[in-house]
């Protein structure tokens, strides 16, 4: 089991340059999370998914869109980059149940607009 | 709002000790309380998880307290060791929420030998 993967690991863009970062999980999870981290801030959440087909905002999705087309992948857009949006971006998904139980998260991949 | 914070100054202690670390929350007990630690580059990765009606917890030479009275968790790490030095992070949930957890900051560990 490969886990939690996210691609790409490193990025650099220019502000206004749109791209998607995407994650896959391979352990049948119903939900999925995109989260940002930021020195001193903690990590914040985005966008997640119930399910697949479903999305929902979370505490930060100003500049963000995310889609779940399949069950095992969860992508993150940003349609026009901007430097406030560098920052590390990590992938976690978890089992649906009515307790909350572990996340589990990918590696981050390291986003810098400039 | 609510707000769950943890002590942002590094912790530094010598192998052997106790190290506790503490996670706050202001006005509603949170339904679950989850602590996860961090590795420089790498994801965060799943500890250990209380709930609202539990006291202590405990997973080897992990312990988490959790005290509704005083808004508080505690984090325990007995007879460290250097390979313990990393960031833990506690998060919170009211439960019933898609999963969501908020986290606090991160405090930074380091067991020095």
């Known amino acids: 089991n490969a886990g939690v993967t996210q691609t790409p690991k490193f990025r650099v863009l220019k502000t206004g340059q749109s791209m998607t970062l995407l994650c896959a999980q391979d352990?049948?999870?119903?939900?999925m999370y995109w989260y940002r981290q930021d020195p001193g801030m903690g990590l914040r959440l985005i966008h997640y998914?119930?399910?697949?087909?479903?999305?929902a905002k979370g505490e930060v999705p100003d500049g963000y869109n995310v889609s779940r087309l399949k069950k095992q992948n969860f992508l993150l857009g940003l349609e026009s980059a901007a430097p406030s949006q560098t920052s590390v971006y990590f992938c976690a998904s978890s089992y649906s149940s009515g307790t909350p139980i572990a996340q589990f998260f990918g590696p981050g991949t390291r986003l810098t607009v400039l | 709002s609510q707000k769950i914070e943890q002590n942002s100054e590094a912790l530094n202690i010598q192998e052997g000790k106790t190290a506790t670390l503490t996670c706050n929350y202001t006005?509603?007990?949170?339904?679950?309380l989850q602590w996860y630690r961090q590795d420089p580059g790498r994801g965060p990765v799943f500890l250990l998880l209380?709930?609202?009606?539990?006291k202590e917890k405990r997973k080897e030479r992990l312990k988490v307290t959790f005290d509704t009275t005083l808004k508080q968790s505690l984090f325990h790490i007995t007879a460290s060791q250097p390979a313990d030095s990393a960031t833990y992070l506690c998060?919170?949930?009211?439960?019933?929420?898609?999963?969501?957890?908020?986290f606090g900051q991160g405090t930074e560990l380091s067991v020095k030998p």
């Open positions: 998914s119930v399910g697949e087909g479903t999305t």
């Open positions: 998060a919170y949930t009211f439960g019933n929420q898609g999963g969501k957890l908020i």
């Open positions: 006005n509603y007990s949170p339904a679950y």
């Open positions: 209380i709930r609202e009606n539990e």
């Open positions: 352990m049948n999870h119903e939900y």
